[in-house]
């Protein structure tokens, strides 16, 4: 199921990320910024585009700022605003 | 008779400062300082140009010099310490000459031994009178000690006095006396007493501060060396402070009596002193105003300079007779050589300061740091920038565990004994990038922009540029 | 076997992955009071992530989710019964169906995971004065009851009376819940000492704890913990004690004896047990010295 809002979640604190997404039109378009971009840019990036593939999101815009996050933080991040955008969150 | 002159212009002048000189500076009014950027102010008005800087450290509020830096009015530095505002602006290669970094016993050292002269040094002075007699403990901008200003004092060819609070005629109880001093400049404010000390500091409230805290506290418990006679230095840093805390407890409940405690003193070490843990304390360097309150008021509580602090190579100095010191680290790898000069990132953020003096001359020398820090783990398998040698570094204690540098096997095994968790250095590491991922290497760049020497005068590493990106 | 419990905020990164290492032996994820209605969803990804990816060994695992009465509860327990954690901390129960309302969904789940019956551990929170008076039902009412836990602060509000430091105010309820507990076997916790600042009053809120007979505290701050374990661990005079018994005992057996007196009391049943029990504990702390000789 494809994105239907524009939405949001995690903090700026330090070891969290800030996720936003909004429905796209041509694939995953990703703006990454992080505090470990050398050492871990790469990584962060491949978690990212994994979570998206396993909830089935083919076409979004997102906006990742990485604080330091570990990667199951910066999953459960990009998960929760993949739920609030498909419209699932509870 | 009377030393003063009108402005910082005027003393300039009268200094005989020259293109190609050297200037000094304290750091005791840290991130509250006016008098470098007033005095550096007017030297670019002179038009003098390739000076050299030789501050004891330099803050964030110093920033004013990157632009004398740009202009030439500035094409040498050196410091103990250099926080990161200006830090990075060094690690993008501003300079075309290397910073020096010295330990702050190296500096006094070096400046008595002739090897680094000092043209003119220009001495904030929280009160002083007309004839140069000065201290820090009192005044509007009062930062207690002023011992790293001292060797400044005595070995610059001009010495200038910068106050706020001119005193009658001779100041009473004062720390550098008129004998050093050539000219008394009295301006409206030296410096944003604010940014000079802070309040109280509230023991940290991070719950893996409070865990490594009272690690490092057990550590020192049970190595053997907390009895009559027991001396210390700890850092401000949140965890450091909890660990004496907890320690304070420990020699009250235990009815121990320590000797001194030693270094930059904050009000933690005050209310040991006042609890009867020690008997002195010696104090190069007030980090807040309880510390201020004490070496004003309490004759226990003794003002010592940076030479007597920490410098190698003097006939003694104290730290050669420190048992335990609590120091921090950005990194530390295998091999338990510490960084404190650069982050992660490679970027300038620091410097040894007392790091390397005090890991040196203590018994035992505690690294106290997270396991990791915004995702990146503390232990690597070569750290950025040697700033203290591995050899001198005796435990590390991290919330995953305790490690202990193989060569205090007997240390390691009272640890052990004790029930505390000790863990190899390499587990340590291993553990840490369980939990964050192994971290990519980082380009390093191909020019030096630091010489790290060591506190025996000796060229110990060098600290590459951070290559900007495109 | 659980001295202390800490609470860590559900949505809050920084406090869930260094929980394992701060001195729990266990640590209760907080889905309810710590997390923002705003905030729940992102909360039970996170804390199911947390409990997937990261090692709590030596440390287990309860999630408090969120109560029977709430919207939320089911998600919660979708999100978190695949990762397995140890216990379920169900607030607000006040009666035993609010237990046997959790235990259904939770045996519906354990079936579709696939997990043994009753591996995942149900703590009825009282906090209510309902909860208080049927305390023994919610104990007793189904095989999933592991603990009961006590909590003080939503419990005096219901009471409409201050919560104090010193905790005449839960007397009772204290009591009451640990007699309910031990009639129905199962273990009981008491509630968090809230002063975080207070290192002394912690001492002595713990050891009355330990007094009337509970089996462990919670802790909203990491510096509670040790007071916590220190006073629910087995002190070396009871533990030499519990082996004099065991030795004593099995003496009189050698000898034929029915009975017999040490230190000039007599040894029954209970007393054999408790020693029993106290050395199962040393020997799970680590603080049997036999062992190392």
């Known amino acids: ?90 | ?470 | 076997m659980i001295r202390s419990m800490l609470f860590l905020p559900g949505n809050n990164p920084n406090m869930l992955i260094n929980g394992s290492v701060l001195g729990a032996d266990a640590v209760i994820f907080d889905l309810e009071d710590a997390v923002s209605p705003a905030e729940k969803d992102a909360a039970r990804v996170l804390v199911r992530n947390t409990l997937r990816y990261m090692d709590f060994t030596g440390c287990q695992r309860i999630v408090r989710i969120n109560s029977t009465d709430t919207a939320y509860w089911k998600a919660d327990l979708d999100a978190v019964l695949p990762e397995k954690p140890e216990l379920i901390l169900l607030p607000k129960t006040g009666t035993a169906q609010d237990a046997l309302t959790a235990d259904a969904y939770i045996t519906e789940l354990e079936e579709k995971l696939g997990l043994p019956a009753n591996s995942v551990g149900l703590m009825p929170l009282i906090e209510t004065a309902l909860g208080v008076e049927n305390a023994y039902a919610i104990a007793a009412s189904c095989k999933r009851i592991h603990a009961l836990f006590l909590g003080a602060e939503d419990l005096t509000a219901d009471l409409r009376c201050k919560r104090t430091k010193e905790g005449r105010e839960i007397e009772y309820a204290r009591t009451r819940l640990v007699v309910a507990a031990r009639a129905a076997d199962v273990e009981v916790y008491d509630t968090p000492f809230t002063d975080v600042n207070d290192d002394e009053g912690i001492w002595t809120d713990a050891e009355l704890a330990k007094a009337l007979g509970f089996t462990g505290k919670a802790a909203i701050s990491p510096r509670h913990l040790e007071a916590i374990n220190q006073t629910f661990s087995p002190t070396l005079a009871e533990i030499d004690y519990a082996y004099e018994v065991l030795e004593a005992i099995a003496m009189a057996k050698a000898q034929g004896k029915g009975a017999i007196a040490l230190r000039g009391k007599m040894i029954d049943a209970p007393i054999v047990a408790r020693a029993q029990r106290t050395i199962e504990m040393a020997e799970q702390l680590g603080l049997d010295r036999r062992d190392a000789e």
Request: charged fraction near 20%; charge should be negative.
């Open chain 1, 1 to 90: 199921m494809e994105m239907k809002l524009r939405a949001s979640a995690g903090t700026m604190e330090s070891s969290d990320a800030y996720v936003e997404i909004e429905p796209g039109t041509d694939g995953i378009k990703l703006q990454l910024e992080s505090v470990v971009m050398g050492q871990f840019g790469e990584a962060i990036e491949k978690a990212v585009r994994n979570v998206l593939q396993e909830l089935s999101v083919e076409n979004a815009n997102v906006r990742v700022v990485d604080r330091g996050a570990l990667e199951c933080v910066i999953r459960a991040r990009v998960e929760t605003a993949v739920l609030r955008g498909k419209g699932d969150a509870q």
């Open chain 2, 1 to 470: 008779m009377s030393k003063l002159v009108n402005s910082i212009r005027e003393a300039v002048a009268l200094s005989g400062l020259k293109d190609g000189m050297t200037v000094s500076f304290h750091h005791h009014l840290r991130n509250g300082d006016f008098v470098l950027n007033m005095v550096m102010e007017e030297i670019a008005n002179a038009g003098i140009k390739d000076l050299t800087v030789n501050a004891s450290s330099l803050f964030d509020v110093h920033r004013p010099l990157l632009t004398h830096i740009q202009n030439k009015v500035v094409t040498g530095l050196s410091a103990d310490y250099i926080s990161a505002g200006i830090g990075r602006a060094i690690s993008q290669g501003v300079m075309e000459k290397p910073v020096e970094f010295r330990t702050h016993g190296g500096r006094p050292r070096d400046i008595a031994l002739g090897r680094t002269p000092i043209d003119v040094a220009f001495i904030a002075a929280p009160a002083a009178d007309k004839m140069g007699n000065c201290t820090g403990k009192y005044g509007k901008s009062a930062c207690g000690s002023l011992g790293y200003a001292f060797a400044d004092a005595m070995y610059a060819k001009k010495v200038v006095v910068i106050t706020d609070q001119l005193m009658d005629y001779p100041l009473q109880n004062w720390s550098i006396s008129e004998s050093y001093v050539d000219y008394v400049v009295a301006v409206d404010a030296i410096g944003d007493p604010k940014g000079i000390v802070s309040g109280t500091t509230q023991i940290t409230r991070d719950p893996v501060g409070l865990v490594m805290a009272s690690h490092a506290a057990k550590v020192i418990e049970n190595s053997g060396l907390l009895k009559d006679g027991f001396s210390f230095q700890t850092g401000a840093g949140g965890a450091s402070l909890a660990a004496a805390k907890y320690l304070k407890d420990i020699m009250l409940e235990k009815k121990i009596q320590g000797s001194f405690g030693l270094g930059g003193i904050t009000g933690y070490l005050v209310d040991m002193l006042q609890a009867g843990c020690f008997r002195n304390l010696l104090d190069v360097q007030c980090f807040d105003l309880k510390a201020v309150e004490s070496i004003r008021s309490d004759p226990r509580h003794q003002e010592i300079t940076a030479m007597h602090y920490a410098a190698p190579g003097s006939r003694s100095a104290v730290v050669d007779n420190l048992d335990v010191v609590i120091l921090g680290a950005t990194e530390i790898d295998t091999d338990f050589n510490v960084n404190v000069h650069t982050d992660s990132n490679g970027y300038i953020m620091g410097g040894s300061g007392g790091h390397s003096d005090t890991a040196a001359g203590a018994k035992l020398s505690m690294i106290i740091a997270p396991m990791f820090r915004a995702r990146l783990p503390i232990v690597t398998d070569r750290v950025t920038c040697i700033s203290t040698p591995g050899e001198s570094i005796d435990v590390l204690v991290t919330q995953g565990g305790i490690a202990v540098n193989p060569r205090q096997a007997e240390l390691k095994q009272r640890l052990v004994d004790a029930g505390l968790p000790v863990v190899d250095i390499h587990e340590l590491k291993e553990k840490a990038e369980r939990i964050t991922g192994k971290p990519a290497k980082l380009p390093k760049g191909d020019r030096v922009v630091a010489n790290v020497i060591g506190r025996e005068g000796d060229l110990q590493d060098v600290i590459y540029n951070v290559p900007v990106k495109d």
